[in-house]
């Protein structure tokens, strides 16, 4: 059984910085592309990033790029997001979820996902 857990999110004022973590369990973490995603209250889920099995490659929302940044430790079967310059519009319910493949955006193509955790960003 699969299961994916993350951990780290809280309130943090605007400029801030916070560092979510996703553990894995049930599979073979090494081969699972990772992403995280956020849901906004009232709007839809959407893509944040995405890193490849080994970590090498990794990808970004344009909303993020050079504040957050998608890493992997494969021995200990965990994904990491760190979040810095964190602003209010990233309020959010930050989710973490696994996939085969090539690396994507889709939210479609993971297969796999956990429950949530709550990042607020105050102003």
């Known amino acids: 059984q699969v299961q994916l857990v993350e951990s780290g999110g809280g309130l943090v004022q605007a400029g801030g910085s916070l560092r979510l973590s996703c553990t894995a369990s049930?599979?073979?973490?090494?081969?699972?592309?990772m992403g995280w995603f956020r849901q906004a209250p009232g709007k839809e889920r959407a893509f944040v990033a995405a890193?490849?099995?080994?970590?090498?490659?990794?990808t970004y929302a344009d909303s993020v790029k050079g504040r957050f940044t998608i890493s992997r430790d494969n021995a200990k079967n965990t994904l990491y997001l760190q979040m810095n310059s964190l602003k209010p519009e990233d309020t959010a319910v930050y989710y973490c979820?696994?996939?085969?493949?090539?690396?994507?955006?889709?939210?479609?193509?993971?297969?796999?996902w956990g429950q949530g955790t709550q990042v607020t960003v105050s102003s």
């Open positions: 979820a696994a996939g085969l493949g090539l690396l994507t955006t889709m939210s479609t193509l993971y297969s796999y």
């Open positions: 049930g599979l073979t973490f090494s081969t699972y592309l």
């Open positions: 890193t490849s099995g080994s970590g090498i490659r990794t």
